[in-house]
Each structure stands twice: as C-alpha cells, then as structure tokens.
C-alpha cells in the first residue's frame, strides 16, 4: 500500500496570496480573540527619535456636531410648522367633503330652487344655495332633456383680496343651459331645510313629492307656496382648483350623459 505524503512546504503562489489577503482563524464558528497589547501596537506609531506616539482617532469634531443639531432642529422645526398648517386645512374643509357626495334639488311648488350637497345622508350640508328659478320652471327644463346650471361669482381685488373657500362664496350668477336666471345666495341650513332633508334621508335616488308631517306625526296641509318637490341623487365633485368645481349627477345605468350638472366658478 503506498503512503501518501502530504508536502507542508509553501510555494510561491500560497505565500504571495497570503501577502494579499488577511486570513482569519477560526476554532468552528468562534473567532481566535486577538490581545489588546496588539491593538494598542497598532494604534501607536514611533517618531524620529523611536518615542511612541499614540495615532489620534479620527470622529467628528465639535463644529461639526453643533452643525448637525443646528439642521437637525431646523428640520424638526419646519415639519412641526408643516403639520400644523396641514392640521387647520384640515379643519376648514367642509365638513370633509369629498369626490361623491349626495345632492338634493327641492322646493315649494310655487317657490324657488334649493340646491344641498352633503357628504352622506345623515350630516349636515356642507353647500347649501337658494336659486331665484322657480323649481317648476326647472322641472320643466330638465324634463326637455339634459340641463348644465353654472353658479358664477367674483373675485375679491386688492385689500379686499381673502383667502374664502369657493364653497363659502355668498352670492352667485345662476345661468342654465346657457340663459341667465338671475342670482343665487348661499345660505344657512334652517330647522325647515333640516327637515325636508330628513324626510329624504332614505332616499338614494327618486324625484317626487315629500308628504310632510307635523310634530305629532300626522301628515301635514300643504304650505301657501304648494307642496315641496324633491329630487335626489349621487353627484361626483371634481375640483378643478381653487376657483372651480364641478358636481355631475351620477346615473344607476352608467350610460350617456349626466341629466344634470352644476359648475361652481370664481372669475
């Protein structure tokens, strides 16, 4: 049987690969501990006259610290300014309004035209606007096909300049399918608007005639302008900027056209 003699002798090529790489010993996965005196070696150096000589460590130094927290409370600073500005936005939106919302048309038969948009059946209007149409010369219009109201106000100039959201505007130019039809004002939710809304809470979409009650829960006498007419709907709000929106009925069948549609527009 021949023995097999393993050479221990280093060639050339192994001892320059040792030069180039730093090998580490290992006893399975535990490193062999190297002694402090060999990094405290490392760290020194000798000057010209064999004295040693500790190598300072390299780290940042006072000014650039002070530096660093300086932008670090700047950045801190302006995001805190950041988020309270966002926070009061926030505050102002009406009622957070968004892209759908539910918008009912009602009136007195012999009355004018009301317009309300609420986020959702049961809160409060966040627009909410009195047309001088009468609501049967509406009908009548909408009846003939697809109607386009557009609600225009103006822009405050110079001193008068403020910051209104357009939803707050008081006073509008009503136009519908292109004719003029007097002006429009916004107003306040009332205790009889809140009730005409309640009354069509349930109502996802429909026109019709609102049979009204009183406190008692009997039905009540028409009032001296007729009985109040209603239609409801889903609108989707496009905002095109700050100076205009827009609210486009949306139908069940998703087909065609929207029968009506309302523009909001500062100029």
Not at 58 to 87: D, E, M, N, W
Not at 211 to 218: A, F, I, R
Not at 239 to 249: K, L, N, Q
Request: charged share 25%; aromatic share 6%.
């Amino acid at each position: 049987m021949k023995t097999l003699v393993m050479d221990t002798t280093s060639t050339p090529q192994e001892s320059s690969s040792k030069r180039h790489f730093h090998w580490t010993n290992k006893v399975g996965n535990e490193e062999v501990e190297v002694p402090m005196s060999k990094i405290i070696e490392e760290d020194t150096k000798e000057d010209d006259k064999g004295v040693p000589v500790q190598v300072p460590v390299p780290g940042p130094s006072a000014t650039s610290q002070a530096t660093r927290r300086k932008l670090q409370a700047v950045a801190i600073s302006r995001l805190r300014s950041v988020l309270t500005v966002f926070g009061k936005n926030r505050s102002n939106l009406p009622f957070g309004l968004g892209s759908r919302v539910v918008g009912t048309l009602f009136g007195y038969r012999r009355g004018h035209v009301h317009f309300a948009f609420q986020k959702d059946p049961t809160s409060q209007p966040a627009f909410l606007i009195e047309l001088a149409t009468p609501i049967s010369g509406l009908v009548r219009e909408m009846a003939s096909g697809l109607v386009r109201i557009a609600l225009e106000c103006d822009k405050a100039k110079g001193a008068e300049k403020k910051s209104v959201r357009l939803l707050q505007e008081p006073l509008w130019r009503t136009y519908c399918n292109g004719k003029k039809c007097g002006f429009a004002t916004t107003r306040e939710c009332g205790a009889k608007d809140w009730d005409i809304l309640k009354a069509v809470e349930p109502i996802s979409m429909g026109a019709g005639v609102l049979p009204l009650s009183n406190s008692d829960g009997v039905e009540a006498q028409a009032g001296p302008d007729g009985e109040v007419m209603y239609m409801r709907a889903r609108f989707e709000r496009i905002v095109g900027s700050r100076d205009s929106e827009a609210f486009y009925m949306m139908n069940p069948d998703s087909n065609g056209a929207p029968e009506l549609s309302i523009y909001l527009l500062r100029v």
